[in-house]
C-alpha cells in the first residue's frame, strides 16, 4: 500500500537525508532551518546516527566534513548568515573531495535581513561564496515531496562527484505543510560508500587519483582507516600531500572544474510545462516555480504560447536544454527572488533578438502569478499574438 | 629511546619537514611517536587532526590517518571524526594561534563538552609560519613583527583556559622537559575524555631573535631556568611566580564522556 504523509518541508529535508544513509549532523540554531536539527536530534539516534548542536556554524561545517573523511554520511543545515559562515570549510571540501550536503533554507538577506520571510538571495553565494576557481552542484525543489526525493539525490550526486552539494531551499519550502506519497524501497536508489574492509591489506590508497584527466570521474571516497590517507586544504598530489610544482597545482584545480563540468548533462535535473510550442518562456525555480506554473495555465487558457522551465539543478546550469528552448522562443522571462543572479546566467544563453523580461522581488513576499502574468502581458503586447 | 624504531610512524618520504632547523616542534613531534609507540596502539586506530601553521604541518608527516585542515578549525573536523568513528584515537595538534586565538571557541567548547580528543597545543608563543607576529600567548612586554614597541596585552594562560573550560586532562611540559613530556602525551592519549597538553616550545628564528634568544639552545636554556613544578609552585608567591613556566600535571579526573553519555542517550531514543 503506497503510504501518505503530510511532512513539513525542513522536516522532509531531515527524513529524506536520513533515508539516504545520513548518521551525522552537526548545525546550529537559525531561523528558518531550525527545524532541521531539531529532526535531527529527535531522529538520528534512533537510527545509531550521532546529531550534535555545535558552538557555531563554522564548527559545523568543520564537523561534517571530518565526520564524512571519517567514513560516515553527513549533512547540516543553515540559512543565510550561517551559509557565509561556512564557506570556507566549503572550499575545503571542495579541495579534499570530501562528500557533504549543506541545506541552505533561504532568507531575506543582506546580513541578518529578513530571518522569517523567504527569499532566494543565495543563488550566486551557493555557486562562488567559497573562494577560488572551483565548480559545485546546488539543487532546489519546489515542493516537500520534492525536497524528500531530492535531498537523496544530493546526497548520491555528493558521493559520485565527492563534492560538496548545496541544497537550496526558502522559508516558504521550509516551513510548509504538504502530503506525498513516500516513495518505496524500490524506489530510492542509495549510493553507498566503500568500506574499510573493501580495500586490501597493504594496498596503496591514493585518494585523489584519476585516470583519466581529458574526462576526470572520482574514485570513490573510501572510509579512514586501513588505507590510511592524509588530507589537505593546499595544493596536494595523487596521495594527498602538500605540493606545491606549477603542474600538478594546474592539474588539481582544472580537474576539480572539470569533473562537474563535463557530467553537467548527467547531473543536470530540471523540469518542463508546456515548452514544446511555447514562444514565451518562462524561467523559475524553487517555491517561485509554483507561482510560474499557475501563471503558465491562465496564459494558456487566454491562448497564450507560453511555457516553463524549471532547473532543480541550479548549478551547473541544465545549459544544453536551456539553450536549446532559448534558440526556440521569441521571449523570455525570468522570475526570481533576487534582483537576477540566476538572469545573469540564462542571458548569457540568450541570442541578442529574444526579449528579456525580468519579474525580481526582494521585499520578502513571494512572486505572485499575477505577476509574472502583467509580464506576458507587457512582452506579448509587442511580439507575441494571439490565434 | 632510539628514534630509528619510530621510523616505522613517520612518512619518511615526506621529509624533509618545513621547519627550521632546531624547532621545537620536531621534540614535540618524537614525544608524541614515542608515547604512541609505548601504548602499543594500531596506526590504522589513529587520525591526527591539524590546523594551519607551522606546527600543523606535522600530520603530513606521520603515517596516520591524517588530516590537514583549516585555520582554528582543526578540533571541530577533529570532532566530526571521534563521533563518526568513536573506536579511533583522536588526536589534535595545532599552535598557539590556531588553537587559542582563531580557534578559541572551538577548544573551549570541546573541553566543555569533555569529548574523547588528545589536544596538544605546539605553544611557541607567536606566528611562525606568518613571520612572528604576536599571539594569544605572548607574554606581556615581548617583541614581535606586530609589536615592534612590546606586546601591550595579557596573554592567556592555556592551562587555565582548558580547566577552567572542563577539561578533564591538564597538563604542561616544555621541549627541554623531554621526559615529562612523553608521559603527559602518553597519559592524555589513554585519558578518557578530553586531554590538553600544553607545550611551551621555541620557536627561535621569531620569538627568539626578537626577544635576545636567536639560537635553539638559548630557548631551551631559558625553558630549564625558568621552569617551576607545580608542586613547587604552590609554595611561591604571585610575585614569585612572574615570568615563570609553571609545569606539571594540573588535572585528571575520570567523567562519562561525549560519547559516553551519546550512547546512553541513544539507547534512550530507541527505547532500550
Redesign the interface.
Known sequence: MPKMVLMQGDEAAALGAIRAGC??Y?GYPITPASEIAEVMS?EL??V?G?F?Q???E???A???????????K?MTATSGPGFSLMQ??IG?AVMTETPTVFVNVMRGGPSTGLPTKPSQGDIMQARWGTHGDHAIIALYPSSVQEIYKYIITAFNLAEKYRTPVVFLMDETLGHMRENFIMPSEREVFIYNRLREEQIKEEEVFLPYETEEYAEPTPQPLV????A???????IHDEAG??MANPDIADRLVRRLVEKIRLHADEISIYDEYMTEDAEVLIIAYGITARSAMRAVKIARNDRIKVGLFRPITIWPVPRTRLKELLSRVNSVIIAEMNLGQYAHEVLSLTKNDVRVKLVNKVNGELITPQEILDAVTELQSGIVGYY | MKTKQLLKYLRIDRWPTVWCPGCGNGIILKAFLEAVDQLKLKKDRIAVVSGIGCSSRATGYLDFNTMHTLHGRAIAFATGVKLARPEFKVIVMGGDGDLASIGGNHFIHACRRNIDLTVIVFNNMIYGMTGGQYSPTTPEEEYASTAPYGHIEKPFDIVKLALSAGATYVARATVYHYNLLVRYIKEAIEHKGVSVVDVISNCHTYFGRYNGMPEPYQMLEYFKTNSVTLQKAQTMSEEELEGKIVIGQFRKEEKPCYMDCYRELQKKAQGR
Open positions: 548518521r551525522f552537526a529527535r539516534p534512533k545509531g550521532v550534535i555545535m558552538e557555531d563554522i564548527a559545523s568543520a564537523a561534517i566534513i571530518g565526520a564524512s573523511l571519517a567514513g560516515v553527513s570556507e570549510a575545503y572510509e579512514m582507516g586501513k590510511r590517507f592524509h588530507v589537505s586544504g593546499l600531500f602538500p
